[in-house]
């Protein structure tokens, strides 16, 4: 059996529940964007993104994530979060493989598998990518692609379909927009009560390597500014 086998088997027959560790993305949202080959991700979240009621000033709760690359096509992710439930740190993992590569009428194709735990329930995604700008973004990646962040892709749209712990498929949108060669606003929304929509500039520093990435989380419950995290990353060479 096929990775690609594996992965829409995974999709349609695994029951789902709340994402947990974190798939390479947006703010919020997986996409099919996979770590490069030899290098892997090491980021910094504040996990309680309250604005008000133990805000996450006063309250502060860290999610350690990285992301890997086991192939062009795979990576996989092992998280250190807090389970408030268990009152303790668990490792969660993720794993996420392209199944349709883009070009300038295909979008990509991504599916996966995230919140992979010791008695949790996993969740499982497909997401598809689709640049805008392709004929310019293939010429810029020919003549940069060895010094260009990660992040800058030119103008993208995302939708996908992500199973919750009740084995409801939840839609879910996005959007990356390139604005320079430091700057990139990221915008997602899963629908659902107690997600979101995102909105937020991640800010690419000089070494290319280091991002650092604040949003507001504008609630689906509360319908209301409510939440901020703000993401550290950087990418490493293996």
Do not use: C
Not at 4 to 33: C, E, H, Q, W
Not at 79 to 87: E, I, K, M, Y
Request: proline share 3%; aromatic share 8%; charged share 15%.
């Amino acid at each position: 059996m096929n990775l690609k086998t594996v992965a829409l088997t995974l999709f349609f027959y695994v029951t789902a529940g709340s994402a947990l560790a974190g798939p390479t993305g947006l703010n919020n949202i997986p996409t099919t964007d996979i770590v490069p080959l030899n290098s892997w991700i090491g980021s910094l979240q504040n996990s309680n993104t309250r604005l008000t009621d133990n805000a996450f000033y006063s309250s502060p709760l860290l999610l350690a994530q990285t992301e890997f690359a086991l192939s062009t096509k795979v990576e996989a992710g092992a998280d250190q979060v807090f389970l408030q439930a268990r009152n303790a740190n668990e490792l969660v993992f993720n794993i996420k493989t392209t199944l349709q590569s883009e070009d300038s009428i295909r979008p990509n194709v991504a599916a996966g598998v995230e919140g992979i735990g010791n008695h949790l329930i996993p969740s499982a995604y497909l997401t598809l990518s689709k640049t805008l700008n392709w004929d310019q973004e293939q010429r810029e990646r020919y003549r940069a692609h060895h010094r260009r962040n990660r992040k800058l892709l030119g103008r993208r749209v995302h939708a996908g379909l992500i199973v919750d712990t009740h084995g409801t498929a939840e839609p879910f949108l996005g959007t990356d927009l390139q604005l320079s060669d430091t700057a990139v606003f990221q915008a997602d929304w899963i629908n659902g009560a107690g997600n979101a929509i995102s909105f937020g500039v991640a800010n690419i520093l000089a070494d290319q390597r280091t991002v650092v990435t604040p949003a507001l989380l504008f609630s689906n419950t509360t319908h209301r500014v409510d939440g901020l995290f703000i993401n550290f990353s950087h990418q490493f060479n293996l």
